[in-house]
């Protein structure tokens, strides 16, 4: 498959490391497109749920495939969220095409993009509350797979999807209220500070509409995430537009995963580097990766 030239990409909510995320839908979307920039929103990793028990091979491809980009000269931005929050003791360095961060600002054709992962004007993650929010990304994990079981038999009697999580919020006055209430808070602030966009995830509702209070406007997004919606920000000819996964599309592209890790083999006659001397600098110490010409 071409990939698809984008000028910015952003994906949040990928949620690696727990049984809800769609890892290998994810891995076929990133080896579709070659952006300039890729901006990894928050909760790129579950830190809350991870075990080292559950990290397939699928999960692995994600991160190698960001890598990949990063390597080929996409830059890559990575925004911290809750879910990854002990990323942000870490924030501010960057490293070759890789920048960790909590917030940043785009001015892009003359627009100016505030991004940022959004659970800073969200109660539920900070203190004694988070040990409620952990206990309920649990419950929401286990609702996930028991979606994935029912939508597996409808699948086999021919019928649609459902999404019982969404079906949850959609239930509940106080879920769709509180949506609102944070779409209304990142836009009022991203108004204030005369922004032309605010751009957030963290709570999985991919979103593009136009706020308007007295003080001015603002355009409203959200990536949504890569659990429910499998949906990502694209901004290319000068507009930005909610792209949305489609299996149809990658019926006869897909990437094949191995299910099986590869059996670890340390014996080798290949030559990694060749070490001169350890006083020289460390740029002249190491020649290039060769391979043993006597093999």
């Given at each position: ?6 000028e910015?990409?952003v ?8 049984f809800g ?5 994810l891995v076929?979307?990133l080896?579709?497109?070659?952006p300039?920039?890729?901006?990894l929103n928050?909760d790129i990793i579950?830190?809350?749920q991870?075990?080292?028990?559950y990290?397939?091979?699928s999960?692995?491809?994600v991160?190698?495939?960001?890598m990949?980009?990063?390597s ?5 931005i ?6 990854d929050?002990v990323l942000?003791r ?5 490293f ?8 940043v ?8 993009t505030?991004?940022f ?6 109660a539920?993650?900070?203190?004694s509350?988070?040990?409620?929010a952990k206990l ?5 994990d286990?609702?996930i797979l028991?979606?994935?079981f ?12 459902m999404s019982l999580?969404k079906?949850?919020?959609n239930?509940?006055k ?11 808070t ?5 108004i ?6 605010v751009?957030?995830?963290h709570?999985h509702q991919p ?12 355009t ?16 290319h000819?000068n507009e930005?537009t909610i ?5 149809e599309?990658f019926?006869n ?8 890790l590869?059996?670890l083999?340390?014996v ?6 060749h ?5 020289m600098?460390?740029t002249?110490?190491?020649s290039p ?5 006597l093999?």
């Open positions: 498959m071409e990939r698809r030239s984008v910015v990409v994906i949040s909510d990928v949620h690696l490391g727990t995320c769609h890892a290998k839908e076929n979307y080896k579709s497109i070659s300039q920039i890729l901006v928050g579950d830190g809350w991870f075990s080292k028990r990290f397939p091979t999960h692995m491809q991160i190698k495939e960001i990949n980009l990063a080929k000269g996409t830059r890559v990575y925004i911290t969220g809750n879910h929050e942000r870490y924030s501010d360095i960057q070759g095409n890789f920048q960790l961060t909590d917030k600002v785009m001015e892009i054709n003359g627009k100016m505030w991004i992962h959004g659970d800073v004007f969200d539920t993650t900070k203190g509350a988070k040990i409620v309920g990304g649990h419950g929401y286990l609702l028991l979606n994935r029912i939508n597996w038999w409808l699948k086999l009697l021919g019928k649609e999807k999580s079906k949850v919020k239930a509940v106080e879920a769709v209220a509180w949506i609102a209430n944070f779409e209304q990142a836009a009022e602030l991203a204030e500070k005369n922004y032309d966009y751009i957030c995830g709570i979103q593009k509409r136009v706020v308007e209070t007295a003080e001015g406007k603002v409203y997004l959200n990536s949504g995430d890569w659990v429910e919606n499998l949906t990502a920000l694209e901004y000819n930005w792209y949305q996964y489609d299996v599309h019926k592209h897909g990437y094949e995963f191995e299910k099986k590869p059996q083999n340390v080798t006659n290949e030559i990694f580097m070490v001169n001397t350890l006083s600098p460390a002249a110490a190491f990766i060769i391979k043993n010409p093999q």
